[in-house]
């Protein structure tokens, strides 16, 4: 489903929500980074990236896990999420690595 996606693709889409749904649960994550990750991959391996979202609850921390998100120019993607800091508003920022 994420095949091929690549940095460029998510890099005009900073500030952009992605909604997210799971039982009892629902919000939209704010793509608030995408940025090349810091290692370099191996010859002929694409180079890896990392997108940071910035969550919307204050009450409800997402777990390690793999979530469907959906946005408007991407459409549905499941992105496989770590939540990684608690914001200065008190919500949670997540991050994905991709690579």
Do not use: K
Request: hydrophobic share 45%; net charge negative.
């Amino acid at each position: 489903m994420n095949d091929g996606l690549t940095l460029e693709d998510f890099e005009p889409l900073i500030g952009q929500p992605f909604r997210m749904a799971y039982p009892g649960h629902a919000e939209a994550l704010t793509l608030t980074a995408a940025r090349v990750a810091a290692t370099v991959p191996p010859s002929g391996m694409r180079q890896g990236f990392l997108l940071t979202f910035a969550g919307e609850s204050r009450d409800v921390l997402l777990g390690q896990h793999s979530y469907r998100l959906e946005n408007d120019a991407l459409g549905m993607l499941e992105i496989f999420l770590v939540p990684i800091d608690r914001l200065p508003d008190g919500n949670f920022a997540y991050e994905a690595v991709f690579g």
